[in-house]
């Protein structure tokens, strides 16, 4: 008896412990972050303020960082899962970083993961294919170079429904 009321809670409460405030839900043509991009005027680097927002439009975080490469890179995970299962799909930002074409360049002063980084749940189900009944995972990358010196370019990143990411390039105050 015991058994049949622990083995249907126990893969609940597992798929749960990836579920927490990080990951957002998915809704097409959110804006999920803003990045203010410049070149510093030094070869393949690039002065990045960005900011993360909360579903409700409010900001969540805003820093600057010093990025090398001739882009920069914001990378999402998304947790998909099965309708059975109850729970909701989301994503969360992870990463900025810049990029040189070949590799990726973290942050001179921060590794650069953001909202807790890569998540150990999202990662279990990632690399165990037995688990493909609860849900998918994938994780997505935005990619844009900076706007010269002094004013930069400012870029919207927009969510799909399915969790990529868009840039979305803004007029910039003269």
Avoid: C
Avoid at 70 to 96: C, F, N
């Amino acid at each position: 008896m015991i058994f049949i009321l622990v083995f249907p809670v126990l893969p609940y409460g597992l798929l749960r412990i990836g579920e927490g405030p990080l990951y957002q839900p998915l809704r097409a043509g959110m804006r999920v972050a803003q990045v203010h991009a410049t070149a510093t005027g030094t070869l393949n680097s690039m002065q990045v303020e960005l900011t993360l927002y909360h579903p409700d439009g409010k900001t969540g975080y805003h820093h600057v960082y010093l990025l090398e490469g001739d882009r920069w890179l914001l990378r999402d995970e998304v947790l998909t899962y099965a309708g059975w299962t109850g729970l909701q799909s989301g994503y969360k930002i992870v990463q900025l970083a810049g990029y040189d074409g070949k590799q990726l360049r973290l942050p001179t002063k921060d590794e650069g993961s953001l909202n807790g980084g890569e998540d150990v749940f999202f990662d279990f189900l990632r690399d165990h294919a037995w688990t493909s009944s609860l849900g998918k995972t994938a994780d997505y990358r935005v990619y844009a170079r900076p706007g010269p010196r002094p004013q930069g370019t400012t870029y919207d990143i927009l969510l799909n429904g399915d969790g990529t990411m868009r840039t979305q390039q803004l007029e910039n105050p003269k």
